[in-house]
């Protein structure tokens, strides 16, 4: 599921333990935006124990946004976080398709030394005109790419536009084009963070405009939201079809052993992974 991405401070230890008991669909614990430079060592060590320390929460599948490629930390930021647990890794203010498969070779050069079975997948976040102007081919770029983000505020600073981020026209353009990409490209696409957080009913509507948009969801900065989000993103008919399609596909050889674990449905490979997200579609459409 791709309805709500909730982005945790990878400095803040509380914060840390208590997202134990959230339910996002992706809880994101950060390193670049929400952490201070004199803090990012402290951040990636504290991420890096709390995955190693198998608290993560079962519902949730497991994120960690590293530094932009050109920060020079990403290698130690991988280095830390590269665990068995983690499902995916959230790349900021990527440009183009090759700072993406760049970072994905890294990963993979990584897991294949360490043995980790799982697939990491990516989430290349569109902060840049560039970025927009490429969205596509960053989309397209690898089949590890699960979904694009739209990264309103920085967005905003490289376009120098000095308005509220509420006042659409300002980026409507970037905004509807993101989701018409990563549609193209078979993946999901995240809506930017909602900043004002007592203000729900803003949330719901800019919500409400991003789903008609063709995103699947919102990244979101406060748990409050989860709920409001998950209830205005709910799985849509075609979705609980395919998700029931997945599960009989599935069910012996993830749940007990019989068949080999990826198969072939509808002309696509299907795996353990999907079995999951098929899970969570019933789940979420009480079904």
């Given at each position: 599921m791709f309805r709500s991405l909730l982005f945790i401070p990878g400095?803040?230890?509380?914060?840390?333990?208590?997202?134990?008991?959230?339910?996002?669909?992706i809880l994101c614990f950060d390193l670049e935006d929400s952490v201070p430079n004199n803090e990012k060592v402290i951040a990636r060590n504290l991420v890096g124990e709390f995955l190693s320390s198998q608290e993560g929460n079962n519902e949730s599948s497991i994120y960690v946004r590293i530094n932009a490629v050109d920060s020079g930390l990403v290698d130690n930021d991988l280095e830390m976080v590269l665990k068995e647990g983690?499902?995916?890794?959230?790349?900021?203010?990527?440009?183009?398709?090759?700072?993406?498969?760049?970072?994905?070779?890294?990963?993979?050069?990584?897991?294949s030394e360490r043995n980790i079975g799982s697939k990491i997948r990516v989430m290349p976040s569109i902060e840049t005109a560039k970025g927009v102007i490429n969205a596509n081919s960053i989309a397209s770029a690898h089949g590890n790419v699960a979904a694009l983000i739209f990264g309103v505020f920085d967005f905003l600073y490289d376009m120098n536009v000095d308005v509220e981020y509420d006042d659409y026209m300002s980026y409507n353009y970037a905004r509807s084009k993101i989701p018409v990409d990563a549609r193209a490209a078979d993946i999901y696409a995240l809506d930017g963070i909602w900043q004002k957080?007592?203000?729900?009913?803003?949330?719901?509507?800019?919500?409400?405009?991003?789903?008609?948009?063709?995103?699947?969801?919102?990244?979101?900065?406060?748990?409050?939201?989860?709920?409001?989000?998950?209830?205005?993103?709910?799985?849509?008919?075609?979705?609980?079809?395919?998700?029931?399609?997945?599960?009989?596909?599935?069910?012996?050889?993830?749940?007990?052993?019989?068949?080999?674990?990826?198969?072939?449905?509808?002309?696509?490979?299907?795996?353990?992974?999907?079995?999951?997200?098929?899970?969570?579609?019933?789940?979420?459409?009480?079904?």
């Open positions: 400095n803040n230890e509380r914060f840390l333990k208590k997202s134990t008991n959230l339910h996002p669909d983690l499902d995916g890794i959230v790349l900021p203010k990527i440009s183009n398709r090759q700072q993406v498969i760049e970072v994905i070779n890294k990963i993979d050069l990584i897991i957080v007592n203000d729900v009913e803003g949330l719901i509507k800019d919500a409400v405009l991003a789903k008609k948009l063709g995103y699947s969801g919102k990244t979101l900065i406060h748990p409050s939201h989860i709920n409001p989000i998950h209830e205005i993103f709910r799985p849509t008919k075609k979705q609980i079809e395919w998700a029931k399609k997945v599960i009989v596909a599935l069910q012996d050889s993830v749940e007990k052993g019989n068949t080999r674990g990826a198969i072939l449905l509808d002309g696509k490979m299907i795996d353990a992974v999907h079995y999951k997200q098929a899970k969570a579609v019933l789940k979420a459409s009480n079904q």
